[in-house]
Structures are given as C-alpha cells and as structure tokens.
C-alpha cells in the first residue's frame, strides 16, 4: 500500500445536476469527476480469463504475465499491488483488449509465477527496484511506449514509470494519485490516528511480523482486503484465486524488505541509489495522467489536493462513488477502464 501519510478528508462541493465534484481550494485542477462504480457483490461472477500465464527473461526475473489483445494494438499496462496479483484486472483486462488494446498485466517480483533467475539475486522490494522490472519487461516485449495504469505498489510503479522514463509511457492512471516516495520521508512520524493505519507496516519491522507472515501470510492478505476494502463483499474464491500468488518462494522476503526499506530498517542496493535520489526529489509528472479515488478506501491514502500539482500534463481527477474501496480496479472495473480509454484524450 502507499507509503504516503494519510491526511484529513476535504468535503467536495457537489454539482448534482453534473454529478460532478469539484475542488475550488485548487487553483488550476480540473473539475473532479464523480464516477459512478459498479461493485464487485453486485455483478455475476466471471470466470477468470488469466488461466494462459505466459513468461519471459526481463532483467534479473522470468516475468509471468497474462496478455489479452491483439499483438499489434496499443498497449497497456496493468500493475497490481500488496496483498493482490493480477486478478485484480480479471474484467478491466477484457475490456480494453475488446477495445483494441494490447494488455500485459505481470506478476510483480515476489507474485505469481515470476522468479528470479539467480539463486544469489537480492530479494529486494524497494520501489525503484520493481519500477525496472517493468521497464525491462517492455524492453523484452518490444514496447515501446506504452498506458500504465495501476493500484496500490502498482501505482507507485507506474508514477514512477512515468517520472524517470516518461518517453515510455504514453499516459498514466493512478489509484490515490501520486505515490512516489522516499526512505527520508518514510522516517518522519505521523499522528498517532495515522501512525495506526500503518500497525501492519510496523510489525513487518520485527523479527515476529516476518514470521507472523510467513506463518500466516493468506490470513493476513484477507484481514488487508477487508480492512482495505470495507464494502467489498468479495466471496471465498475470488480471495483464494489471488491468494495462490503468495505461494511464490520469494514473497514473504519482497514483501519484508519492501516495507523496511520505506522505513529505512533495510539497505536498498547501489545500483538504485541515482534513482532513488532523483525520486526522493518527488519529480512531477508530465505525461497525461487520470488519478482514480474509491469513496470507501480504508487503507491508508493522501487527499487529492495534496498531490494535483504533482502532475503538469492533462490532468483529470476522478472519484469513484458506489463503496469502492482499496482494490478499485477489481472494485470498479467499468469506471477504471474507462480511465485507462479517456487518458489519452484529455
């Protein structure tokens, strides 16, 4: 999730005619859409179409990842998070393939099927680390220039992305908008209220939370999707098709040095620090960008004003309405794809 504080809710001015919220505290943003969402419990059931997991050598991993489209669209992207995998786009992936799309949606190192290809590689989860990882994906898949959409760690990858690569990345769509950060940052105290929402990122520094995760890691996942997302009612086996990912042998080790890394209790490796420096400084982003917020998030996540003025481009922020929580993706499928088609055209 993000390592971002969570601040105090701002109230909206709502338009009802428009059905628009809109920010009149920001000079300059784009009136906020309110989109309506279409929660999970009130859809049928779909049967997941990532059955057909394809992998390639990128970098220092195999890749595992499902591509739906036909090969010579426009490509997009799609990065999930912690604790989720790439269900999390099991109906936003269709969609935008029916659309024309070319889709790649990876496993993220740590998930799924994707393995380091060294026994002696660092099981590293710091953010710079992941955000290559895609890039090499690209590199080994030929894209060029792609959409990156995503939620939760995906998010920061694809802000990340967009910051220090952005001749490769055509637009962005961001789940609670910018999520770049830094280890000086992460060492700053919170209000206690907040300090709370991050208990798991805490127990995660001991020796007895590894271990608490690597005993217990898919009950744990399920506490996070329910705290996460409060009104989702997701049923046992759309949990138990995403909790299979964490079986992969380096999860409980990515997900552990991630979460110490943020709070400066584990080293990231040298061959990241330029880039780490540069996104210590919170670049701005200056490719088309929509950033997406459910109206029921639990998890931790910055207010909207805070981070408009990250983004230089098109720019268009868009609340979800309907109990969307934290997984607004797998949430609100409709209202996400929509995001990932209208970027382009701000």
Known sequence: ???????????????????????????GLQASAQVPGTPASGRATLQSPMTSIKSINAGVLSIGY??????????????????????????????????????????LRGY??????????????????????MIALMDALKIEKAVVAGCDWGARTACIMAALWPARV???????????GSQ?????PLPPQAELQWWYQFYFATDRG???????????????????SPKWSFDA?????????????DHVSIVIHNYRW?????????????????????????????????????????EPSSYARKFSGPYAHRLVAGGIGHNLPQEAPDAFAAAVRDVTRL
């Open 210 to 228: 590894r271990a608490g995760y690597e005993q217990n890691r898919t009950d744990f996942a399920r506490l996070i999707w329910q705290l996460a």
């Open 237 to 249: 086996s759309t949990f138990d098709r995403s909790a299979r990912a964490f079986d992969n042998p």
């Open 170 to 180: 055509s637009a962005l769509v961001s789940v609670s908008g910018y999520l770049i």
């Open 1 to 27: 999730m993000s390592n971002l504080p969570s601040l105090p809710r701002r109230s909206f001015m709502r338009t009802a005619a428009l059905g628009v919220a809109t920010a009149p505290w920001l000079p």
């Open 112 to 133: 799924g099927s994707t393995r380091f290809l060294s026994k002696d590689t660092v099981r590293n989860g710091q953010q710079a680390a992941i955000a290559v990882d």
């Open 184 to 188: 000086e940052a992460g060492r700053m």
């Open 262 to 302: 943020r709070l400066g209790l584990a080293d990231g490796e040298t061959k990241y620090a330029d880039l780490e420096a540069r996104l210590a400084k919170a670049p701005v982003i200056e490719v088309p960008t929509i950033t997406l917020e459910g109206d029921a998030n639990g998890a931790p996540h910055p």
């Open 66 to 107: 499902f591509e739906a489209g036909p090969a010579n669209g426009s490509p997009v992207i799609l990065l999930h998070g912690w604790p989720y995998d790439i269900h999390t786009y099991v109906e936003v992936a269709p969609m935008l393939a029916a659309a024309g799309n070319r889709v790649i949606v990876p496993h």
